[in-house]
């Protein structure tokens, strides 16, 4: 008997509870009421972004650096070797598209042709024409020889004739080294057409030597040891067979040193103003979900850009990564948890839990079997909880969500 009063006495008493609890809770209504415990510890603020990793000191790998002095502007690149090879310095790395420079090969080659030519008709213009001059110079020199030797046999000759024979002799005389000085005048006026074509043909033929070196420097080989990494354009995409070089980036690809590595990322305008040098980074990899490393803010752009493919501006924001691991690769995905805030030993509570009416900051609080607009004073935030500085206290149960029927309660002020 004494076990059945007991059960029956106990069944009444939670029949009475139930009812009790249900008066003085709030009228439901089919609503589910969720409430959370006011939390004690670490409160932190975190921005989280993704990034890509990438190398802060790389060596470049360009293509001919002189391609302006033989007019090429834009050069395509014809082969490259898979992006993430490992190679040694001298393996090969790529070719470029010689198809315009052949061209100029060819007609350097047909140029050089016509100059060797026209060199080779003008020396031998030049020594028939220095042969007859020469020839001439004889001539006059043989009858200037003949005219002395007649004067000197016409001592008994007529006064008429011997002046005659001076006369002839005076000119011959004149005419001689008029002759003499115009070879010289025309062998300088040879000589001088002589360097020139010469002249043409060594300029020709030097520029047709750089343009076969310049074909050589199409096939491109590595400067050093590494991971070759494709080079990115301007607008973030990569040279790869296809894309161009030109005589001011003529970048092809590079070498990252991969035990100096950062994760480039970028931040919103909202959280931007959080983010300051020197603050701690969580790094995460997207291929490594088990490596994290720590990274320090570095740098904090202060103009923003347009994220592509909207008006959205974001901010660039670079971490550096502290110690290496050779798993990690430029271009990889990183998570990114910059923290921009920490205070120890704290009361904080979810965002949803707080409410505000006439400026005045409230809780919806659970005591016993009620509840209670309470009003608190709160302090930093971050994107999920806020810190509580007064008017809770640790354990104590509040409501995510506000309660029906108590839109008219009084708020229970601070003292």
Do not use: C, H
Not at 121 to 127: A, P, S, V
Not at 347 to 357: C, G, M, T, Y
Request: aromatic share 8%; hydrophobic share 35%.
């Amino acid at each position: 008997m004494n076990k059945k009063r007991i059960a029956i006495i106990s069944i009444i008493a939670l029949i009475l509870i139930y009812f009790t609890y249900n008066y003085f809770s709030p009228s439901s209504d089919g609503q589910l009421y969720l409430t959370t415990q006011v939390n004690k510890g670490d409160f932190i603020s975190e921005v989280i972004t993704s990034g890509e990793a990438q190398s802060t000191s790389l060596k470049k790998i360009n293509g001919p650096d002189n391609l302006r002095k033989f007019r090429l502007r834009e050069i395509k690149i014809q082969d490259l070797i898979p992006e993430g090879t490992i190679v040694k310095k001298g393996d090969y790395i790529g070719r470029l598209d010689p198809s315009d420079v052949n061209e100029q090969i060819i007609d350097a080659r047909l140029n050089l042709e016509g100059a060797e030519a026209k060199f080779t008709q003008q020396q031998l213009d030049t020594t028939l024409s220095l042969k007859q001059e020469r020839n001439s110079l004889k001539d006059i020199s043989f009858n200037r020889e003949e005219t002395r030797l007649e004067l000197k046999q016409s001592i008994y000759e007529p006064p008429a004739t011997i002046k005659k024979l001076e006369n002839n002799l005076e000119k011959l005389e004149r005419d001689f080294l008029e002759k003499q000085e115009n070879y010289k005048i025309k062998k300088r006026q040879a000589n001088a057409i002589m360097v020139e074509v010469s002249n043409k043909v060594f300029k020709i033929r030097n520029e047709l030597n750089n343009l076969l070196n310049l074909l050589k420097s199409f096939t491109i080989y590595s400067s050093g040891n590494g991971m070759i990494t494709y080079f990115k354009n301007w607008d973030g995409s990569k040279k790869k067979v296809g894309s161009s070089i030109s005589p001011w980036d003529p970048t092809i690809a590079s070498l990252p040193d991969l035990t100096k590595m950062e994760s480039k990322t970028y931040a919103n305008e909202v959280d931007i103003r959080k983010i300051k040098k020197n603050l701690t980074v969580k790094v995460g990899f997207d291929a490594f979900p088990d490596i994290e490393m720590v990274g320090v803010v570095t740098d904090v752009a202060n103009v923003g850009e347009n994220k592509r493919g909207s008006d959205v501006k974001v901010f660039q924001v670079s971490i550096k990564l502290e110690g290496s691991d050779k798993n990690i690769r430029p271009g990889m995905t990183t998570s990114n948890k910059i923290l921009t805030f920490e205070q120890k030993d704290v009361l904080s509570i979810p965002l949803e839990a707080i409410f505000s009416k006439d400026s005045i900051t409230y809780v919806y609080k659970k005591s016993g079997f009620s509840v209670t607009k309470k009003q608190v004073k709160i302090g930093d935030s971050n994107n999920d909880s806020v810190i509580i500085t007064d008017g809770l206290n640790e354990e104590d149960i509040v409501y995510l969500n506000k309660p029906e029927g108590l839109n008219t309660a009084p708020i229970v002020k601070l003292n």
